[in-house]
């Protein structure tokens, strides 16, 4: 019996080992069936009853790595104890399940007490010339929040949004993340913005536009992880009320800017808190949020008082709101007001009289109806610091108002008015001699009112400080306008007349020649009257000091021109001779000129301007880096391959 037992049959019978050293091996070699006959040595031969099935599968699916038999919250502790950064990047790769559990670590769960990295470890040695960092020094750096992250549509998903948590925190930390849209199919949630709030504290901008899937609860976990946020923007999101706006006030106490658009839910309670518990706030943008009233607006503004810009376009609130801003807004610097309808001439007269805007230097008033002659006259008094200010689609502000505005306000260097209908030429040359020694800049945009009328302005103040004019798509401005402007205004450099179409050479000569300091700045888009006269003349009385002339559209010019302008321009490096009549002989002369040092030139829509100009164009390239060749039919492809392989330093537009 005991020889029995211990018979090992080396000699006779099969030993009962495998033949093959690897059990995968043994599926390889036996062909797939219900039976199988196996052969052995002749010496015997094992038999084998029982069907059975020995397939490569079957040995995959009983060899799984030990790691994922795993619970979850076993995971999670193996996790947070890896030694750093490049190690917890690594695993989020491993799997989407593995991703979800690393971004859902805290930065304050992660232990790294007396941790290394391994791989610093093994390089850290004292021969090897590598400094050893450990992870409390990775963490300063990440701490710093450099970092900036933009999802797009498509891009814009939970998934990515967890990688950028866990990728971003040991790369210097996520300061910035703008998400725009949202994935149709697995857009972003409020697990996508948890994600964000556990592996980055050191987030300090956030903005969601149009992500409707994004609500309170992205915003309450934002709030709990993010103390350090300062900037927040929600524009189109529908889903987020005034509970996820008093989380944020609640949480981050360094909020200084706040930007609100279109948002339905979010009211007055969630301003009111934002005034209370943000002490910092400087900057608040609203718009359109039918929600937001009075109350809210009045709150923010009488308790924030370290607002310096305030933005409120579209919303429902009244004369009080603007009583508010004019009685508490002493350290406001920028204010924008725009399609406030229920805010009447009253409203503007008393924000004007309260003195309160002291500070104000940048004011901006579009589609109010309260802005009447005598509203913008008391916010001229009012406002003694203001130096910019823009008006558009007044459409109760007339002649006299203009005037009574520019004689009261002290400090005003740019004046802009927009669509101001009953303005007529009369209040603009009487407010340019009203201005007196401070108006630098003025910009006239589609007012329907000028009319060109020829009227002395012999007994008019000049306005010697005034050194930028445009005028632009105002149809009734002409030859006789710009002349008075001219005789009024001799220290004008920059001027643009852009789409004005009455201007012809006979009214353009007499303004250049009233401009004593030289121009520095033309442009001169869609005149279309305008001939070679008039640029000849622009470019020997001002050729010393010009640097900038467009043409676009001028389609009376042609090659004359640009033999006066290579002759007499020293210092013009932007041309713009887009839609003219010039030719390749015109290209020439310009390459010619060994004085001119063009930065910037197109050509585009230029029909008359062939492959010819190859070599010329080449040899502008050595100071050019712009060309614009755009709709230039004349010429080849082949000829637009050689000037980007010869020009490589210049951007050239086909």
């Known amino acids: 019996m005991p020889t ?42 094992a038999r084998i009853i029982n069907p059975f099935v020995c397939t490569t599968i079957e040995f995959e699916q009983t060899k799984k790595p030990s790691i994922e038999v795993l619970p979850d919250e076993c995971l999670f502790e193996i996790f947070r104890r890896l030694p750093s950064g490049k190690e917890r990047s690594s695993c989020a790769c491993v799997s989407k399940n593995w991703l979800n559990l690393m971004s859902s670590i805290c930065r304050a769960e992660i232990c790294n007490k007396g941790i290394m990295s391994v791989d610093k470890v093994n390089e850290g040695s004292a021969s090897s010339g590598f400094e050893m960092i450990t992870d409390c020094e990775d963490q300063d750096l990440e701490s710093e929040g450099y970092l900036s992250r933009c999802l797009e549509d498509k891009k814009a998903t939970d998934v990515r949004l967890a990688a ?32 964000v709030a556990h592996g980055c504290p050191s987030l300090r901008a956030l903005s969601l536009r149009n992500v409707s899937s994004i609500g309170d609860e992205g915003l309450h976990v934002i709030a709990k ?37 279109s948002c339905s839910k979010i009211g007055n309670e969630g301003l009111q808190a934002i005034g209370r518990l943000c002490p910092k706030l400087q900057s608040v943008f609203i718009k359109d949020c039918p929600l937001v009233g009075d ?8 308790t924030a008082s370290a607002l310096s810009s305030v933005n409120l376009q579209a919303l429902n609130i009244t004369d009080f709101s603007l009583a508010v801003v004019g009685h508490y807004g002493k350290a406001v610097k920028k204010l924008v007001l725009g399609g406030l309808r229920n805010v009447s001439e009253k409203g503007f007269w008393v924000m004007g009289v309260s003195q309160g805007l002291q500070k104000l230097t940048f004011l901006t008033i579009t ?65 340019i001699s009203s201005f007196g020694t401070k108006l630098k800049s003025l910009i006239l945009v589609k007012c329907m009112g000028i009319k060109d009328i020829d009227v002395g302005v012999t007994m008019l103040s000049p306005c010697m400080s005034l050194r930028s004019l445009a005028i632009r798509n105002c149809p009734g401005f002409g030859s006789s306008s710009l002349a008075m402007i001219g005789k009024l205004c001799p220290q004008i450099q920059h001027v643009d007349l852009t789409g004005i179409c009455g ?38 009385m001002h050729g010393g000091t010009l640097e900038l002339l467009n043409l676009d559209g001028c389609r009376k010019i042609t090659d004359a021109s640009l033999i006066t302008i290579a002759d007499k321009c020293l210092l013009l490096n932007d041309l713009d001779l887009s839609n003219c009549a010039i030719t390749d002989t015109g290209i020439a002369v310009i390459s010619c000129a060994e004085q001119l040092s063009l930065h910037i030139l197109s050509l585009a829509g230029c029909a008359n301007v062939s492959n010819k100009s190859w070599p010329f164009l080449k040899k502008l390239g050595t100071t050019l880096v712009g060309l614009n060749l755009q709709h230039c039919n004349s010429i080849g492809s082949s000829t637009i391959d050689l000037l980007v392989e010869c020009l490589w330093r210049c951007d050239i537009l086909v």
């Open 164 to 195: 950028i948590a866990v990728g971003t925190s040991s790369r210097g930390g996520l300061g910035k993340l703008s998400i725009r849209g949202s994935n149709s199919i697995r857009g972003v949630t409020n697990l996508g913005l948890s994600a």
């Open 295 to 302: 109350h809210g607006v009045s709150s923010l503004l009488s």
């Open 4 to 45: 029995l037992v211990n018979f090992n049959g080396d000699d006779e019978l099969y030993s009962g080992r495998s033949f093959c050293s690897n059990p995968m091996d043994l599926g390889r070699f036996f062909s797939i069936g219900s039976n199988l006959d196996v052969y052995y040595p002749p010496s015997k031969r």
């Open 367 to 431: 589609s109010c109806p309260g802005i009447t002659d005598l509203s913008i006259e008391a916010i001229g008094k009012g406002c003694t610091n203001l130096k910019h200010m823009c008006l558009r689609k007044s459409l109760f502000l007339s002649d006299n108002g203009l005037v009574a505005f520019a004689k009261v306000v002290g400090s005003l260097e740019s004046l802009q008015l927009e669509e101001c209908s009953r303005v007529t030429q009369s209040g603009i040359i009487g407010a």
């Open 503 to 540: 201007i012809t050479d006979s009214g353009l000569l007499p303004f250049l020649e009233s401009c004593e300091t030289g121009l520095v700045k033309v442009n001169l888009v869609g005149c279309l009257n305008l001939t070679d006269e008039t640029v000849s003349a622009l470019a020997r």
């Open 225 to 261: 992880g993010c103390h350090l946020l300062e900037k927040l923007d929600l524009c189109h999101c529908s889903s987020i009320s005034n509970k996820g706006l008093i989380a944020i006030a609640e949480g981050c106490p360094n909020l200084s800017a706040l930007s609100i658009e």
